[in-house]
């Protein structure tokens, strides 16, 4: 069965980057028919589309996070990763690695989610 | 980018169906028939329980029911019970190769 963990720092400084990374294991992350996102959620509110990355390399984002969004996809490690640049305080949530059926039919996997902390 | 719009909260007793909106635009909801919806229980990760407007993963239980009409999208649940307090979350594909999650829903059952 298909699973998929984040790791990274929980905790950030305003101004520096947010960096985390999803292990897909149980399955291979080469797959076409799958893109692998993210998406948070800010301390009792909803959720949020961040972006998602294809295993051929191509990346969508959301347009109101884009200009500070980096994402990649490892298939050597079956690992896909996220970096946030320039945080603030709002940039604060559960973080979410997920599998998104193409073409973003629905987020049919999601991993148990990573909080990110931003303060000083 | 703007989220599509679900009411806060609904309730009903045990039993009872339910329905739950979720309103767009013609670039995503309107326009796709790549609506799904998500169950979050307090403290873990949302679970799909329909996608592509009206379909259901194995394991989702038929009482989950979903439909479109325009620019709306729907969530029933029929024969409410209390497992199914919960937030409920819909998404759609949006154009420009995005992805939109309403603001979500708290069903109480009462």
Redesign the interface.
């Known amino acids: 069965q298909l699973q998929l963990q984040e790791s990274g720092p929980g905790l950030v400084k305003p101004s520096e980057t947010l960096s985390l990374t999803c292990t897909v294991s149980g399955g291979s992350i080469s797959s076409s028919t799958y893109y692998w996102?993210w998406?948070r959620q800010p301390p009792g509110k909803?959720?949020?589309?961040i972006g998602?990355v294809h295993s051929s390399g191509s990346t969508?984002?959301?347009?109101?996070l884009k200009s500070r969004l980096t994402m990649s996809v490892d298939t050597s490690y079956n690992q896909f990763s996220l970096r946030l640049s320039s945080v603030t305080a709002a940039d604060t949530a559960i973080y979410?690695c997920a599998r998104?059926?193409t073409?973003?039919?629905?987020?049919?996997l999601?991993?148990?989610?990573a909080l990110g902390t931003v303060s000083s | 980018q703007s989220a599509l719009t679900q009411p806060a909260s609904v309730s009903g007793a045990p039993g009872q169906s339910i329905t739950i909106s979720c309103t767009g635009t013609s670039s995503d909801v309107g326009g796709y028939n790549y609506v799904s919806w998500y169950q979050q229980l307090p403290g873990t990760a949302p679970k799909l329980i329909i996608y592509d407007v009206s379909d259901r993963p194995s394991g989702v239980s038929n009482r989950f029911s979903g439909s479109k009409s325009g620019n709306t999208a729907s969530l029933t649940i029929s024969g409410l019970q209390a497992e199914d307090e919960a937030d409920y979350y819909c998404s759609s594909y949006r154009r420009g190769d995005t992805l939109v999650f309403g603001g979500g829903t708290k069903l109480t059952v009462l």
Request: hydrophobic share 50%.
């Open positions: 996102g998406i909803g959720l949020e589309w998602c969508y984002a959301n347009p109101s979410f998104l059926v073409w973003f039919r629905a987020v049919d999601w991993g148990q989610g």
